[in-house]
């Protein structure tokens, strides 16, 4: 056999690409076997004309890593795609067009929408590159996109449905309006953010000339629209003033005072304005009590016809100082006090939400909501974490109509049309032309249904629903999970699963595992704003996608945020070079040798293949937990320490020897580690790992195509290792656990006396347990490659022999054992006292210091408690090997 030549640095430009490429090609992301059940998950579609920002990275790369798991247990697939992001795209086009001085009512809607097409069309490209260059293994022959045509025909069947059974309907309705986008939004596309501001206090005259009324509040301006004011009926400061009428200022129009229990008689002053048309609250009880309704705002955002003249056009923010200046002299205005309060802002333009009297399409969620509560209470979902059930009950709970209509046109049509002619309104699976009724023209409504009422239906519509016998639908319908973010529970979440059963009777997934946001070091939300965002694809090129795909699972702790910078991403970008170098050490070494069929087993190979079984069952059972980071975690551990700090240095004795069959032997069981080692982290870091086992399978097909055990494959579609215990041996791993813990004791003893690694020394070990001395003897020769020794004693408490002379050797004790290393031969001992000394006197300093910032109680109570654990956790440490560093000393100075 060859030798297999990996380039000396790790450089995953290299072949990133091409893997990729490979993948794609070769059909390997599509579905195999035969099963009839398949771990599948749809992707959370992306905006179609957003740009992939870093908190998409890290739920494609959460969703990669458990496909690629799944993958080499069975049949999976995960199906791609876009979504057509109404508002978001709408913006993007109308904002090209101002560029060239038109409007979209100017072009017209049939152009605007092939305008939205063009750029649909130039993002999605965009997107589909930055999917693939983060390694995402999705089946891209099954790709959706929600305004493709299957998809169109499903949001139109349940537009109808819902509306046949009574759960979607039309009406006047206060809803949250974006002025600069021009439509309504859903409750949970508003974004609250505490914001400064004001409270301000007005007088009210009273009609019958005794005094007036002080009110406070924030928004002056919506006065204008005021139909009475309001206070408790239990206030007994006010039950004389309840239904009196007063004045109402800069209108000349009278309102009354009523009494109503929403009003909170400890804010304010305990009285309130009621403007029915601009307030949630207000809207309510101005329908318990029949108060008009005046609506004082145009849809873009300026004041109307119902205001008084002169504020006519102004802006909500222009009308505001000239209400205010007006109330001022007219001496109606108080005072004004800084407050700080929640102010909502449209989640797209962050343009502050007007609360809006509008007629829209409404769902009603109640009799959905109850459904999906039930499934959660039959156990049919389980969320990981459990915490979010919590907030999936409770908002489930108090769910309020969903505002489904949009005033765009892009997105899925209204599918309602109404006659010009007698009015009757048309609710019709397919377009109609002339009304039912009369015969007469028809004209459809003109808004857009919400971009997320195709995206609730995305994990069945994706298989071709409502066709139900399809065979992507009958096969991978429900889903197994869904992966996303906590921060759309709300949005997507909860009205998958309403929509799952309503229309299939099942729930759409089982498993809902829910991870945090990403944020700067700081704990701040990433922004462009902050400055303080990642680009993906600069992470990318920089380390590679492998390096950024095992640094977020490697932080990604279930039910937290993950704090992170740029500096992070080493992390995963020296686990891959760790496995890169390993693999090249192992390949280089292959020259004239031969695999050779079921070949002996060491002790030592028998504890690498159990240590590998059990890191398959610790990954395995975190994947299944979807704990990412116990994944990762147990794979690092696995790769860099047990198999290439112990078991790569091990095979060392074979390697290096004469005896070419026992070379042939340990090299034909090496390779097999490697490659069972190369699978077991695959899923964490695929392009590497996939590479190197390109290289394995290519030159054992050339070199040895009759050894049984390697077969030609793509890594990606392989088995993965088992973690059955029958591959365990507890035994053989306690044994090797007490001979490292000898070896560690050396090593570290090496260290502090500043022994180079180079240099070989003499050690004793004294051992209490005769089955451990006898382990030890029987891989002295190990333990001496390991430790660098030329000489090791080994002794036990019952032997007849004499005990080690350690009088000239530095000593550490161990759970069983004292190890002693004889450092007068390999040292100068003065220069070493004297660089124990400094030791001592910094160790001194430290402990000090540490322990007044331990002691200071403003420390104690303002740091985080990780902090004070981790100062805790370093004081202890540095206070053993000062105890260790003044025996030493002691024991050298005589």
């Given at each position: 056999m060859r030798s297999i030549e990996l380039e000396k640095s790790y450089h995953p430009k290299s072949f990133e690409d091409s893997v990729y490429q490979n993948w794609c090609e070769t059909g390997a992301f599509e579905p195999h076997g035969n099963e009839d059940t398949a771990y599948t998950i749809v992707i959370p579609p992306p905006n179609v004309t957003g740009v992939l920002h870093l908190g998409h990275a890290l739920n494609i790369?959460?969703?990669?890593?458990?496909?690629?798991?799944?993958?080499?247990?069975?049949?999976?697939?995960?199906?791609?795609?876009?979504?057509?992001?109404?508002?978001?795209?709408?913006?993007?086009?109308?904002?090209?067009?101002?560029?060239?001085?038109?409007?979209?009512?100017?072009?017209?809607?049939?152009?605007?929408?092939?305008?939205a097409w063009n750029v649909k069309n130039d993002h999605h490209a965009l997107?589909?590159?930055?999917?693939?260059?983060?390694?995402?293994?999705?089946?891209w022959t099954r790709e959706r996109f929600t305004l493709d045509t299957g998809l169109s025909a499903?949001?139109?069947?349940?537009?109808?449905?819902?509306?046949?059974?009574?759960?979607?309907?039309?009406?006047?309705?206060?809803?949250?309006?974006?002025?600069?986008?021009?439509?309504?939004?859903?409750?949970?596309?508003?974004?609250?953010?505490?914001?400064?501001?004001?409270m301000y206090h007005l007088r009210y005259p009273r009609k019958d000339g005794k005094g007036f009324v002080e009110i406070a509040t924030t928004r002056p301006e919506t006065l204008l629209g005021d139909t009475a004011a309001a206070v408790h009926p239990n206030d007994e400061r006010y039950k004389e003033i309840v239904s009196k009428t007063i004045l109402l200022p800069l209108t000349g129009r009278e309102i009354p005072v009523i009494a109503d229990e929403y009003v909170d008689r400890t804010f304010g002053t305990g009285v309130v304005k009621i403007t029915p048309a601009h307030d949630v609250n207000d809207w309510e009880v101005g329908k318990r009590h029949g108060l008009p309704v005046i609506n004082i705002l145009n849809p873009n955002g300026t004041l109307n016809e119902n205001a008084p003249e002169k504020y006519r056009g102004l802006s909500v923010k222009e009308a505001r100082e000239a209400v205010l200046n007006d109330l001022k002299e007219g001496g109606f205005f108080i005072d004004a006090k800084e407050i700080t309060h929640a102010v909502g802002h449209c989640y797209r333009c962050h343009t502050v939400i007007e609360p809006f009297l509008s007629e829209q399409w409404f769902v009603r969620m109640k009799p959905l909501a109850e459904k999906a509560l039930a499934a959660w209470r039959r156990g049919e979902i389980i969320f990981h974490p459990k915490k979010w059930e919590n907030t999936y009950q409770h908002w489930l709970e108090n769910i309020r109509d969903w505002c489904i209509s949009r005033q765009l046109w892009w997105g899925h049509r209204i599918p309602v049309w109404t006659c010009t002619a007698c009015g009757e309104r048309t609710v019709s699976r397919s377009d109609i032309d002339n009304c039912p009724c009369c015969g007469g023209k028809t004209q459809q409504d003109d808004d857009v249904l919400d971009t997320w009422f195709s995206s609730w239906l995305w994990p069945f519509s994706v298989f071709g629903w409502p066709?139900?016998?399809?065979?992507?639908?009958?096969?991978?319908?429900?889903?197994?999970?869904?992966?996303?973010?906590?921060?759309?529970?709300?949005?997507?979440?909860?009205?998958?699963?309403?929509?799952?059963?309503?229309?299939?009777?099942?729930?759409?997934f089982r498993d809902i595992y829910l991870h945090g946001l990403l944020r700067d070091k700081q704990g701040r939300k990433m922004s462009k704003t902050l400055g303080n965002g990642i680009d993906p694809l600069e992470i990318v090129d920089e380390y590679g996608a492998d390096a950024m795909k095992f640094t977020l699972a490697f932080l990604c702790a279930q039910g937290?945020?993950?704090?992170?910078?740029?500096?992070?991403?080493?992390?995963?970008?020296?686990?891959?070079?760790?496995?890169?170098?390993?693999?090249?050490?192992?390949?280089?070494?292959?020259?004239?040798?031969?695999?050779?069929?079921?070949?002996?087993?060491?002790?030592?190979?028998?504890?690498?293949?159990?240590?590998?079984?059990?890191?398959?069952?610790?990954?395995?059972?975190?994947?299944?937990a979807y704990r990412y980071n116990e994944a990762a975690s147990a794979a690092y551990e696995y790769f860099w320490n047990d198999f290439c700090d112990w078991y790569v240095e091990a095979t060392k004795l074979s390697t290096k020897q004469e005896d070419c069959a026992e070379k042939d032997r340990a090299v034909t069981v090496l390779l097999d580690v490697l490659t069972e080692s190369l699978k077991l982290v695959h899923p964490l870091l695929p392009f590497v790992t996939e590479e190197i086992y390109g290289k394995i399978q290519n030159c054992i097909t050339q070199n040895n195509a009759d050894v049984q055990s390697f077969q030609t494959e793509f890594l990606v579609t392989s088995r993965y290792p088992s973690g059955d215990h029958k591959n365990r041996d507890a035994v053989l791993e306690t044994d090797f656990a007490f001979m490292q813990e000898v070896i560690r004791a050396m090593r570290t003893m090496r260290s502090e006396c500043t022994i180079p690694p180079e240099k070989k020394i003499r050690a004793a070990v004294i051992i209490e347990n005769k089955k451990h001395a006898q382990f030890l003897r029987e891989h002295s020769p190990l333990i001496k490659l390991l430790a660098n020794l030329n000489e090791l004693t080994l002794w036990t408490n019952n032997e007849s022999e004499s005990a080690p002379d350690t009088n000239s050797a530095v000593g550490s004790a161990g759970t069983g054992f004292e190890a002693y290393i004889y450092i007068a031969e390999a040292v100068d001992i003065a220069l070493l006292l004297t660089k124990w000394k400094k030791d001592a006197e910094a160790d001194a300093k430290f402990i000090k210091n540490a322990e007044s910032k331990l002691a200071n109680e403003n420390f104690i109570k303002n740091a985080p408690s990780d902090i004070i654990m981790t100062e805790k956790a370093k004081l202890e440490d540095i206070k053993i090997r000062a105890k260790k560093i003044d025996r030493y000393i002691s024991r050298f100075s005589k």
């Open positions: 790369t959460l969703q990669d890593i458990i496909i690629r798991f799944h993958r080499m247990r069975g049949t999976t697939l995960w199906v791609p795609g876009t979504d057509h992001a109404g508002i978001a795209t709408q913006n993007i086009v109308e904002k090209k067009l101002r560029a060239k001085g038109l409007s979209r009512r100017e072009l017209g809607r049939e152009k605007f929408i092939e305008e997107i589909s590159r930055q999917i693939a260059k983060m390694g995402a293994s999705v089946d499903a949001v139109r069947e349940v537009f109808v449905t819902l509306y046949e059974r009574g759960l979607i309907y039309k009406g006047e309705y206060l809803v949250n309006w974006c002025s600069s986008c021009g439509t309504a939004l859903a409750d949970d596309e508003v974004e609250h953010e505490e914001t400064g501001g004001k066709q139900e016998n399809t065979a992507d639908y009958r096969r991978f319908y429900p889903t197994t999970a869904l992966v996303t973010g906590y921060d759309i529970i709300f949005f997507w979440v909860s009205r998958m699963i309403m929509a799952g059963l309503e229309f299939t009777g099942k729930t759409p937290q945020d993950i704090l992170l910078d740029k500096e992070a991403f080493k992390l995963g970008s020296r686990f891959a070079n760790k496995i890169w170098n390993a693999s090249r050490y192992i390949l280089m070494n292959l020259e004239n040798r031969k695999q050779i069929n079921n070949p002996d087993l060491l002790p030592v190979d028998r504890w690498i293949y159990s240590r590998l079984a059990g890191a398959a069952k610790t990954i395995s059972t975190a994947f299944e």
